[in-house]
């Protein structure tokens, strides 16, 4: 049975750093696609980041330009963990962030192509 637990979300204040951990059991994080996703108060559900390990301390990033230069996907072989560095935080990061896993290299930033998902962390950031 796959599980994606996440932790490590808070309260910060704007220009702040938080970082997310996705614990995973049941699946490989080195031979999934892994990303997280976003969910803003009355928003959908919607994609930040994916990462695709390619070999050793080597993987692949696809971001939105929001995130782009701040936040950054770290995959921890040896602890099946993947981590989420957040830097220079705004208001507009609050939201429930989701790690989620997709078939490899499937290299898409649709919803459902992500086949397991964590049950989500909070992340508020004050202005």
């Known amino acids: 049975q796959v599980q994606l637990v996440e932790s490590g979300g808070g309260l910060v204040q704007a220009g702040g750093s938080l970082r997310l951990s996705c614990a995973a059991s049941?699946?490989?994080?080195?031979?999934?696609?892994m990303g997280w996703f976003r969910q803003a108060p009355g928003k959908e559900r919607e994609f930040v980041i994916r990462?695709?390990?390619?070999?050793?301390?080597?993987?692949?990033?696809d971001s939105v330009d929001s995130a782009r230069g701040r936040f950054a996907i770290y995959i921890d072989i040896a602890k099946n963990t993947v981590s989420l560095q957040m830097n220079s935080l705004k208001p507009e990061d609050t939201g429930v962030y989701y790690c989620?896993?997709?078939?490899?290299?499937?290299?898409?930033?649709?919803?459902?192509?992500?086949?397991?998902w964590g049950q989500g962390t909070q992340v508020t950031v004050s202005s």
């Open positions: 989620a896993a997709a078939p490899y290299r499937r290299g898409s930033r649709a919803r459902e192509s992500f086949d397991y």
């Open positions: 990462s695709t390990w390619t070999g050793v301390n080597l993987y692949h990033t």
């Open positions: 049941g699946l490989t994080v080195s031979t999934y696609d």
